[in-house]
């Protein structure tokens, strides 16, 4: 656990919850992602002034996240930017681009604490198997999950795709020994509506790597609620729009987490 990572105690003792607050980067200033798509954070756009306004605030670590650029690709000048200007570990995730093991090992050369794998690298979960198989817990994956008539499907690169099966997914990646997946709702994606938490549950029914719960967080109460699945999985959470529209701080977030553990 990191130093100063928030513990939170369920079935299993010394369990750890831990909380990521996320900047998310595209033409080199902070965005949010709303579904398939992203819109400009107004105030702070500086993705380093953010990042090092939650080190400032107790962060332990950092969600990161390169959108697409315009050309499809991402920019590893500012990811590397952002992850030198912090003290604290990071975790990064390409939306677009990774999808191949030289585009892999480039990204791992900034120094990421962790590398999530993203949408592109969804259409070939044989390829996700063997960059797990090859640099083991320093891999994850993000499940960006869409609800549809079919059950869950994971959302693919590019507005509308469609990356197949959520069970079938994770099934090859639970083999291939995944050990953390970042689980979002895209419906509710920098939506500041609700979370999820029935997804979030679903899926750590199925899996016995970590989860990260994404998307919908909006209050200091969605918080608790997700804290409250700690004991099913539930790993930590990733919380971005709310902390910059002044729904609640991080500090706030950390002080919530502590006494709902």
Do not use: K
Request: aromatic share 4%; proline share 3%; net charge negative.
């Amino acid at each position: 656990m990191s130093q100063g990572a928030v513990s939170a105690e369920g079935t299993d003792a010394g369990a750890r919850f831990e909380l990521f607050p996320s900047v998310h980067v595209a033409g080199g200033r902070v965005v949010h992602l709303v579904g398939d798509g992203q819109v400009a954070e107004l105030d702070r756009i500086d993705p380093v002034e953010a990042a090092l306004a939650f080190q400032e605030q107790g962060a332990t670590w950092l969600h990161l996240v390169m959108a697409e650029e315009e050309d499809g690709g991402f920019d590893l000048g500012q990811a590397r930017r952002v992850i030198e200007s912090v003290r604290i570990d990071v975790q990064l995730m390409c939306r677009a681009g990774v999808d191949d093991e030289a585009a892999l090992e480039q990204v791992l050369t900034t120094g990421c604490a962790r590398f999530n794998l993203g949408r592109s690298a969804l259409t070939d979960l044989h390829w996700c198997a063997e960059a797990i198989a090859r640099h083991g817990e320093r891999i994850g994956v993000s499940l960006p999950v869409r609800l549809t008539e079919r059950g869950p499907r994971l959302a693919g690169p590019g507005r509308g795709t469609d990356a197949g099966d959520l069970w079938q997914a994770l099934t090859v990646l639970d083999e291939a020994g995944c050990a953390r997946y970042v689980v979002t709702d895209v419906s509710r994606e920098g939506s500041l509506s609700t979370p999820n938490l029935e997804l979030f549950g679903e899926v750590c029914d199925r899996t016995d790597a970590a989860v990260l719960a994404a998307g919908g967080i909006a209050t200091l109460d969605d918080l608790r609620a997700v804290t409250a699945l700690a004991p099913r999985g539930v790993d930590g959470a990733l919380i971005g729009r709310a902390l910059y529209s002044g729904a609640f701080t991080l500090s706030q977030a950390l002080a919530r987490v502590a006494t709902s553990t």
